[in-house]
Structure formats: structure tokens, C-alpha cells
């Protein structure tokens, strides 16, 4: 499996991520930011600048860390296509296909009207990533629609298609309340799996689990990393995983780990990995 890492969680100057990540031996990065800005306003100059670094340091772009879908699923649909239609340009500029993304904030109840209007508008830009030759990957989130398994899985299940697969984040399914996720949604889950994010973290205290929820590196939270990780071994994944570890703070479209942290989250994945027999390829 190859390890991956978010850039922005380092340090703000691309050329500084790249160098933070090349001490910790990792040669693949998901960008989101750099130099402080989304990767969804990256100008030409930006990505002249990014693809050159990464020739330099040795480095390939695993996945770009959109933001696409964490907007009100009432907002006009015509600008996350827009904004799809440059970040894939961007995507294809940098040497990868694949998009992260999310499911949209409901305006009320999560019921089944919000789940057929997250369902219309991830089809309508699925059908722009089958045009330009890109992967759409959703990540489970809090607060949108597809936060829990359940409704991460009637998504997938509804567009199946090979232009839009699943990230499966496991400090995610936690900080919404999913207790024991991976023994219960593994088989369900596991046909629409196209990556895998690394964080973990403690299940929320307090009265009916609305407490805080502690984040923390892989292995130390309820998210089930390490039986995660023994199932894909199992099923013979050599995909990515993606640390994204949020050690320090979370953003509403950014998290920061530093140095440091990076350091600790990469380490405890090595452990797991070693544990469960996976080639870090």
C-alpha cells in the first residue's frame, strides 16, 4: 500500500510540505492548499510552481483535497460543476485523476428528500468527471449528507459508478457516533472503496454521545484502523492511504498537524502496518 500524505497539514509553503514529507520518507502527497491557497483557485503560475517542486523532490500527486460539496445542497449546482471542471484541469495538470469531495449540507432534516438532492447533484458531476476522465471520491463528513455508513453507502449504491468511489475515513465515521464501523459496514462498503484516509479518534462523551470527540494518531481512537487495515490487506488493496491527521486543529476545509505531528501520525501508521504484514509500497 503506499502511504500519502496532505501537504497543508505541514506547513503552508508547497516547498516546505515537500521537504517535510521527504524526511519521513513519503513520495506522494494529496494537495490541498499551498502557499495558503485552495487548490480550487490555483492560478497557471501555481501549478507551473507545484509541478515543478514535485519533479525536483521526487514527488506524485496521489489525490486533490477539494472542497467540492461542503456547500449548501440548495446552492446553485452550476458553481461546484464550474469549480469541478477547473480543479480537474488542475488535477490532470498535476499528473492525477482523482478528486476528493463531499456530500453537500443539508438545509434541514437528513431525510430522504436531502438524500435524493445530494443524489442528483454527485450524479450530475459524476457525469462531468466520466467526461474529463477523473475519479470523484466521497469522503464521509460530518454534518453533510453522507456522514454516517448508512447513507455513504444509499449514495454509492444509487450512482455506481467507476467515476465515483468511496474514502473511507475512519475519525469521521467516529466523530459522527459510528461505533464499531469497520466490523459492521466492512461488506457492504468494500465494493465502492477507492481510498483510504489515515486518521483517527475517540468516540464523543457525554449524554448520547454529543460530547467533544478527541482526535488522535491511528490506533489510539475507537476508529478501528488496525482491523481496517487488516481487511484491505485481505481483499488485496494496494491503494493509498492518506494521512490527514488533524493533530492540531480542524478547519472547516483544512486541518494542521505540523511537522511534528506529521511525524507522529506517519510513525503510528508504520507500526500498524508492520503489525498487520502490509508492504508499504
Avoid at 431525510?111 to 470523484?136: F, H, K, M, P, Y
Avoid at 481487511?231 to 491527521?245: H, M, Q
Wanted: aromatic share 6%; charged share 20%; hydrophobic share 45%.
Amino acid at each position: 500500500m503506499i502511504i500519502s500524505a496532505f501537504g497543508d497539514e505541514t506547513a503552508s509553503d508547497f516547498a516546505e510540505q515537500l521537504c517535510i514529507l521527504a524526511d519521513l520518507n513519503i513520495r506522494h502527497i494529496d494537495v490541498r492548499a499551498a502557499w495558503d491557497v485552495n487548490c480550487s483557485l490555483f492560478t497557471d503560475q501555481h501549478i507551473t510552481r507545484l509541478r515543478s517542486l514535485c519533479q525536483a523532490h521526487g514527488v506524485e500527486v496521489a489525490c486533490m483535497g477539494s472542497p467540492i460539496g461542503k456547500s449548501p445542497i440548495d446552492a446553485d449546482i452550476a458553481i461546484e460543476s464550474e469549480r469541478l471542471k477547473t480543479i480537474g484541469a488542475t488535477a490532470q495538470a498535476l499528473g492525477t485523476r482523482k478528486i476528493r469531495i463531499f456530500s453537500f449540507y443539508p438545509a434541514g432534516a437528513q431525510d430522504t428528500a436531502a438524500l435524493q438532492q445530494s443524489i442528483d447533484r454527485l450524479g450530475a458531476l459524476t457525469g462531468i468527471a466520466a467526461e474529463q476522465g477523473l475519479q470523484l471520491l466521497l469522503e464521509n463528513e460530518k454534518g453533510v449528507v453522507g456522514d454516517l455508513p448508512e447513507r455513504c453507502l444509499a449514495l454509492l449504491q444509487a450512482i455506481d459508478s467507476p467515476h465515483f468511489r468511496f474514502i473511507w475515513d475512519p475519525a469521521n465515521f467516529v466523530q459522527c457516533g459510528a461505533a464499531r464501523h469497520v466490523e459492521q459496514w466492512w461488506d457492504a462498503l468494500r465494493p465502492y472503496i477507492g481510498y483510504i484516509h489515515i486518521k483517527d479518534a475517540k468516540l464523543p462523551e457525554g449524554a448520547n454521545g454529543q460530547g467533544r470527540s478527541q482526535v488522535t494518531v491511528a490506533g489510539g481512537g475507537d476508529g478501528q484502523v488496525a482491523l481496517l487495515l487488516a481487511r484491505l490487506r485481505d481483499w488485496g488493496y494496494a491503494g493509498v492511504l492518506s494521512l490527514e491527521p488533524h493533530l492540531l486543529e480542524a478547519r472547516h476545509s483544512s486541518g494542521f498537524s505540523g511537522a511534528d505531528g506529521m511525524a507522529m501520525a506517519v510513525a503510528a501508521l508504520r507500526e500498524l502496518m508492520a503489525e498487520a504484514g502490509i508492504r508499504e509500497g
